[in-house]
């Protein structure tokens, strides 16, 4: 998945690399930073003693040492004092700095902490907003895994205001489970138990057709695929390929994958992703989660937060994520 948020500590990571929230001397400190060191070990600190420091909102690479990282990347976020001194500039200036010497250096993935979110003191939910925004531009013209950790959960929180709404639209649409299923057992008993037989409009008597006859020419007036609605939403947004996997959060070769084979099964989360990037409407998107086999219900978290983004028309995959995870669902994407 192209941009993922994990609740992780970064020096377990098994990535090409991962960024240090460092200070000027890039000579080690408290936070993520001293994390790093100790797991690194000294080797760390003598390669950093050769650097000569580094400026805030710049960025330079070392080897990984003892991490399961290949590099670690020092950064140096700005010191928050009240939002007017440039504080996101700089730490936008974190991000790219660091993506770029990664991609300088092949990397194929890479962890972030949040930059400037602990000692540093930038709020934490808008240090979040920068990185994301920054991270989901760069994917938009690159191909790399980018992981955003968050180390405790109790630190992390959306905007009070987004949290509020999404618990409240909850709260209105949660059903109680067990009366969602009986209905929903009920609707899928229904069919079934009509028999194989029907009566012809000319005639109007009743006429047997064998199961084998009835169940083909059903199978031959099958509906359109999920991967073929989805190519030809594509064409109808007038979309790219490109365009619509990356904006969906989901890498080629998935896309690649769900392009050659129609009837290729995504995930319920994959079948979203879609949705999400095609900026499809409620009803369009219960469509597409048909033909993959799925649909939205009351009954749980997770569809309803979907629910609530389309309804208010935010199609930004990556704010959705972060309601996602603050609400402790999965996330959408590969
Ligand atoms: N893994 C992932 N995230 C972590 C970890 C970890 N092991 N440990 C802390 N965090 P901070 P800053 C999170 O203070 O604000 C250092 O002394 C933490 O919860 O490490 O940029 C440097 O030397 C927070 O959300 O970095 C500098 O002097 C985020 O990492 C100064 O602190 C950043 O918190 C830099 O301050």
Request: charged share 25%.
């Amino acid at each position: 998945m192209p941009l993922e948020i994990v609740r992780n500590d970064i020096t377990k990571m098994k990535v090409d690399a991962i960024v240090n929230a460092a200070n000027q001397s890039l000579l080690g400190g408290g936070g993520v930073d001293g994390a790093i060191h100790r797991a690194a070990g000294k080797g760390l600190l003598t390669e950093c003693r050769t650097l000569g420091g580094c400026k805030t909102g710049e960025a330079k690479i070392t080897g990984g040492y003892n991490l399961p990282a290949k590099y670690v990347i020092h950064t140096v976020g700005p010191v928050y004092k009240d939002g007017k001194q440039g504080e996101k500039a700089l730490l936008e200036s974190c991000y790219r700095e660091s993506l770029a010497l990664a991609k300088k250096r092949g990397c194929e993935t890479i962890a972030f902490p949040l930059i400037s979110s602990g000692v540093y003191g930038y709020p934490k939910d808008q240090a979040l907003k920068v990185a994301i925004d920054v991270i989901s531009g760069f994917l938009l013209e690159n191909e790399m895994t980018v992981y955003i950790v968050i180390f405790d959960k109790a630190a992390y929180k959306i905007s009070e205001k987004l949290f509020t709404d999404i618990a409240e639209f909850i709260d209105d649409n949660y059903v109680d489970t067990h009366t969602d299923y009986r209905r929903e057992s009920i609707r899928l008993c229904a069919p079934f138990s009509a028999s194989a037989g029907s009566f012809t409009a000319d005639h109007c008597e009743y006429k047997e057709i064998s199961v084998e006859d009835d169940l083909d020419t059903r199978i031959k007036q099958i509906d359109e695929s999920f991967s073929q609605m989805l190519l030809r939403k594509i064409d109808e947004k007038g979309m790219t390929d490109a365009q619509c996997y990356k904006k969906a959060n989901i890498d080629r070769k998935l896309f690649s994958k769900i392009r050659s084979d129609i009837h290729y099964k995504p995930s319920k989360t994959t079948a979203i992703a879609f949705a999400i990037s095609l900026e499809l409407s409620l009803e369009e998107t219960e469509d597409l989660l048909r033909k993959a086999g799925f649909a939205l219900s009351h009954s749980n978290k997770f569809d309803i937060i979907i629910e609530y983004f389309i309804s208010k028309g935010n199609y930004n995959i990556f704010e959705i994520n972060e309601a996602l995870f603050a609400f402790d669902q999965s996330l959408l994407g590969a």
